[in-house]
């Protein structure tokens, strides 16, 4: 059975920082697409961030206009897990945080929610203004 599960949520304030981590376990994701969504009260869920691999041992991470120069994805094949570092947090930024996983290389709008096979259960972030 494939997990997803996120950590490294909470309240921060405005300015600030947090890390999180998605570790995955029941298979690996290593050169697979993992990335993260968000959704806040009231929205629909929305892209945040994407590592997809590019080939030998090298990935590009992509991120949202939104969050552009302030958040910023990698991962760890080798512990299965994908983080986002998330610095200079803004309330807008307040929101649940989905970890993501895809079972196919290169699925074209990896912006879209509906072509990921496995989701997290999510943690929240929360930033004080």
């Known amino acids: 059975q494939v997990r997803l599960v996120e950590s490294g949520g909470g309240l921060v304030q405005a300015g600030g920082s947090l890390r999180l981590s998605c570790a995955a376990s029941?298979?690996?994701?290593?050169?697979?697409?993992m990335g993260w969504f968000r959704q806040a009260p009231g929205k629909e869920r929305e892209f945040v961030a994407v590592?997809?691999?590019?080939?030998?041992?090298?990935?590009?991470?992509y991120v949202a206009d939104s969050v552009k120069g302030r958040f910023t994805i990698s991962r760890d094949d080798a512990k299965n897990t994908v983080y986002l570092q998330m610095n200079s947090l803004k309330p807008e930024d307040t929101a649940v945080y989905y970890c993501?996983?895809?079972?196919?290389?290169?699925?074209?709008?990896?912006?879209?929610?509906?072509?990921?096979?496995?989701w997290g259960q999510g943690t929240q972030v929360t930033v004080s203004s």
């Open positions: 993501a996983a895809d079972e196919e290389r290169y699925r074209s709008g990896f912006y879209n929610s509906q072509i990921y096979d496995y």
């Open positions: 029941g298979r690996t994701f290593s050169t697979y697409p």
């Open positions: 590592s997809r691999w590019n080939g030998g041992s090298t990935y590009s991470g």
